[in-house]
């Protein structure tokens, strides 16, 4: 029963990231906690190899769609490494409860941008 | 027009959003999209689709090299991967096919959502 769970949030999952540009790991992680038992630091780990197909087949679909801007793409991932080694030395010299707290803040701040944007005119040239 | 600034410029913004979309993964486990793709909306003015699809190339190459890293650490679980990951598969044709039929708009204000979900989250311990 829990593994057709973790499977039904998969591709719930996988949806969420092809629809939204995301990996999928907001559900992934959940679900491998929740119904496969996996510890917090595990499920994350897992869940990044889960993500990596889920990438592939949506930047393939997407290729065909006309909205890869591929040299961003390779300039963004190539340099990603660099933050990824920051993120994990960090993660271990600070508290992750501060962690956690800093980016949710910065999430919130974030999409409060993005529906100030949504929202406005669309006729307005961007400023 | 000042070409040469605009460009520097540009190219500081995409290994901004690349770093900081690499310390989101590593730190968190969350793919760097919840950063890449609205960064690339506000910065460099991309639409909505654009931004998903660019931020999916970048995905590939993040997650590559963040399971690798996990991998050593002995944390990942593959029988656990395909369990989520497969179907994963299916929703993400489903997810891009969709994503085709609906405004721009609606793109971002989903991932506005998006992002207080992930805010909840990360605040609920």
Do not use: C
């Not at chain 1, 006309?66 to 040299?71: A, M, S």
């Not at chain 1, 390779?74 to 080694?85: F, R």
């Not at chain 2, 399971?67 to 997810?95: C, E, H, K, R, S």
């Amino acid at each position: 029963m829990s593994e057709i769970a973790a499977a039904l949030l998969g591709f719930a999952g996988g949806m969420v990231g092809g629809l939204l540009g995301v990996g999928g790991g907001i559900l992934f992680v959940p679900a491998l906690v929740i119904f496969m038992d996996e510890s917090q630091v595990s499920a994350e780990a897992t869940s990044l190899l889960a993500i990596v197909p889920v990438a592939i087949v949506a930047v393939w679909r997407q290729l065909g769609y006309g909205n890869v801007r591929v040299r961003d793409g390779l300039v963004i991932g190539a340099l990603s490494p660099v933050g990824v080694a920051i993120g994990v030395v960090t993660s271990n010299e600070i508290s992750q409860r501060a962690l956690e707290l800093i980016f949710a803040g910065l999430a919130l701040v974030i999409a409060t941008q993005l529906l100030l944007r949504a929202l406005r005119p669309a006729d307005r040239p961007s400023d | 027009m000042q070409r040469s600034p605009a460009a520097t410029s540009r190219t500081v913004k995409l290994a901004a959003i690349g770093t900081a979309g690499g310390i989101f993964s590593g730190l968190l486990g969350v793919g760097g999209g919840s950063v890449i793709v609205p960064l690339l909306i506000i910065w460099l003015g991309y639409g909505a689709r654009e931004a998903t699809g660019t931020s999916m190339m970048a995905i590939v190459v993040i997650a590559a090299v963040a399971v690798t890293l996990q991998a050593f650490y002995g944390n990942v679980d593959p029988p656990n991967a395909a369990l989520v990951g497969v179907p994963a598969i299916a929703g993400a044709f489903a997810g891009t096919a969709l994503q085709q039929h609906i405004p721009e708009r609606l793109i971002a204000v989903l991932f506005a959502v998006l992002l207080v979900l992930v805010a909840i989250e990360l605040i609920v311990p």
